[in-house]
């Protein structure tokens, strides 16, 4: 048991990296996804109240926590005077936003968690997938299950492998293959093989990106998840994130498609294109995932995860889906005190 967790908070907005943070990160191979660059630009430049934490087991980092405060309040960097604490990853809907050293320990870092936070009315927990159910189910809670999330498992010797895989005739890879060989205005580049002969700036990136949540965003009650300015610019910048782009022969940005690298598990996380009327082209989408999935086989990455979106089209492409879990905690009463008593009674959980 971990039973002594304890959660430290720290300034969303502070561009200082926590203590211990890095360390972390590379000691536990978690990948550029829990990077302090992205992290600190998601919460930076978000629209809620983001809660920036590292768990301790006495004085030592044994786990990192993120989500946001949702609710109403009363200036841009307060917490809600009341709502819900969204425990989520800043940087990808792939996994929770709780990762801990052990993972026997997640149930005691929930505890921690909900120890540590006052003036909400519960806690919210995502991407919880069905072996993590039992650590968190310890009280009543609200159980929703949410849309899967895919990824591509690496089984493969080789791509032809792979490709074969997907049925007759390479299924849907073929004709796209074909169609972009015959391509000869089309120029395909990634920082997984080299250099780019042109960057791509934060402009690029969000520019690309928003144009396809536009396109594609269809349920007018749900707000439209644009890439902000501050995510855009860690994106390109931060080294491990990888970047795959289509350029006409005079140079103008058609597509690109960010990666975050990790040792075992990437992510695939930003996909922005133009429109087919604007000169975009048709399946780079699919061209590009495919390309992932090549360089997971031939670098013996297990493959990639590749998130809750276009579940059809990546099932084409065979990934897997794997089911998780929406877990709200309610907070008991004792623990709904008010957010400026929070600041005498628990100066721990105060933000550095």
Known sequence: ??????????????????????????????????????????AAGGRQTALIGTLHDGSA????????????????????????????????????????????????AVHAVL?????????????????????????????????????FANRFGDFDAYAHSLGRRRGPLRPVYNRLARDTDLVVESTMDGELSAPVTP????????????????????????????????QVGTPGVHLRTYRDRAGRLLAVHTVLD?????????????????GGRKDLWFHSNAELARWCIETGRAGFLSGQG???????????????????IPSSPRRRTAPDRQQTSMPSAAPD
């Open 61 to 108: 980092v044994a786990g990192l926590v993120t989500g946001r405060f949702i609710g109403p309040r009363i200036g841009r960097r307060r917490a809600p005077l009341a709502g819900i604490l969204d425990i989520d990853s800043l940087t990808t809907s792939c996994f929770p936003g709780i990762v801990t050293a052990q993972p026997e320990a997640f149930g005691d």
């Open 1 to 42: 048991m971990h039973q002594g967790l304890t959660v430290r908070r720290h300034d969303p907005h502070r561009v200082a990296e926590p203590d211990g943070w890095t360390d972390f990160v590379a000691k536990n191979r978690l990948g550029v996804a829990w990077s302090w660059p992205l992290v600190h630009a998601a």
């Open 310 to 328: 276009s579940l059809t089209e990546k099932r084409r492409l065979g990934h897997e889906l794997t089911r998780q879990w929406a877990v709200l």
């Open 203 to 234: 402009l690029d990136l969000r520019r690309l990106v928003n144009l396809v949540v536009d396109r594609h965003h269809t349920r007018r009650w749900l707000r439209k998840r644009h890439l902000s300015e501050a995510v855009a610019a860690a």
């Open 115 to 151: 120890a540590a936070v006052r003036g909400v009315q519960g806690v919210l927990l995502r991407q919880i997938i069905a072996d993590t159910l039992p650590a968190v189910l310890r009280r009543p809670a609200i159980t929703r299950e949410g849309g899967p999330i895919a990824h």
């Open 262 to 278: 990790h040792p075992e598990l990437p992510v695939s996380s930003a996909w922005g294109s133009l429109d087919l009327a604007d």
